[in-house]
């Protein structure tokens, strides 16, 4: 199984919105890979500068992604 969170943290660094969702190792292709989607509720997030964080860690392999945005 694959452990995914997806964080969205605001300027101060606090999470405003925390996603976990688990995958299902069969689920994945040949080349160890496959789609992953999260919704992440823009509405729920004032005007301002955030942090999109996502995890994903299997076993004792961990790999993170991070990309800037901004609401407005």
Avoid: K
């Avoid at 605001?10 to 292709?29: C, E, H, K, P």
């Avoid at 160890?32 to 729920?44: F, M, V």
């Amino acid at each position: 199984e694959v452990r995914v969170r997806a964080r969205v943290l605001d300027g101060q660094d606090r999470a405003r919105i925390d996603q976990v969702i688990t995958l299902s190792s069969d689920t994945f292709n040949a080349g160890r890979s496959r789609e992953c989607l999260l919704t992440i509720p823009l509405a729920r997030l004032a005007p301002g500068e955030y942090l999109l964080r996502v995890d994903a860690s299997a076993g004792g392999d961990q790999a993170t992604r991070q990309l800037r945005f901004r609401v407005q």
